[in-house]
Nanobody
Framework: QVQLVDSGGGLVQAGGSLRLSCRVSGRTFSRTFGNDAIGWFRQAPGKEREFVAA????????IYADSVKGRFTISRDNGKNTAWLQMNSLTPEDTAIYYC?????????????????WGRGTQVTVSS
């Protein structure tokens, strides 16, 4: 059974950094497969879930929401079945549950409906 395990959230002060991890188990995504894009979305209390960042199967193409561009970096290591979201210069507005998601397709996209498998989420809280 394929699972996404997202982790790395926590409590951090404004201006701090966190690194979220997304590990795929029960399946490998390597260049020999070349099918799976990875995305991160987040949901703040009382708000809709929104796109944060995504990376294509090879790691060459990345896309970001305007609100995190220049502060967050998405990356992946297909040999380790893992992707990461490095978050710097965090602000209280970044407080949310962050979800890792996998798309059974090579291209990174911003649409939630394009993604097939979701992690349970990891809480990120930024204090002012």
């Amino acid at each position: 059974q394929v699972q996404l395990v997202d982790s790395g959230g926590g409590l951090v002060q404004a201006g701090g950094s966190l690194r979220l991890s997304c590990r795929v188990s029960g399946r490998t995504f390597s260049r020999t497969f070349g099918n799976d894009a990875i995305g991160w979305f987040r949901q703040a209390p009382g708000k809709e879930r929104e796109f944060v960042a995504a990376i294509n199967w090879s790691g060459i193409t990345t896309i970001y929401a305007d609100s995190v561009k220049g502060r967050f970096t998405i990356s992946r290591d297909n040999g380790k079945n893992t992707a990461w979201l490095q978050m710097n210069s965090l602000t209280p507005e970044d407080t949310a549950i962050y979800y890792c998601t996998l798309r059974e397709g090579p291209a990174a996209t911003m649409a939630q409906s394009d993604y097939n498998l979701w992690g349970r989420g990891t809480q990120v809280t930024v204090s002012s």
